[in-house]
């Protein structure tokens, strides 16, 4: 079974290197580069399962974004990514910078997938 990942980071470099870690496990990947293009890209593609988010962004940070997100589709899963914020609402964190296997592992114990 294929899952659909939005990530979402506003450095596009980062937003790069994410995209092909998970391509690479094999997740079909969408992404957006701040909250607004992200809620748009949920409404357009309900294939998204798993969504991937920055918490430190210009406008609409990662908390907010996933808020919304979850509010319109509360089956999605959300995993949060930061450098610097402390996790918050319980939903599941990695901290900047992680390596493939750290990703690998956290979509395993967060999503059931991977």
Known sequence: ???TVLVVDDEPAVLDVIIGMLEDLGYEVISAQNG??????LRQN???SILI???NMPGMDGHELAELAKRNRPELKV??????????????????PFSFEELADVMQRTTGVC
């Open 1 to 3: 079974m294929n899952h």
């Open 36 to 41: 607004p293009e992200a809620l748009d890209r």
């Open 79 to 96: 995993l949060q990514l930061s450098g610097r914020e402390p996790r918050r609402g319980g939903l599941p964190m990695i901290r900047k």
């Open 53 to 55: 988010t920055d918490i």
């Open 46 to 48: 309900l294939e998204i």
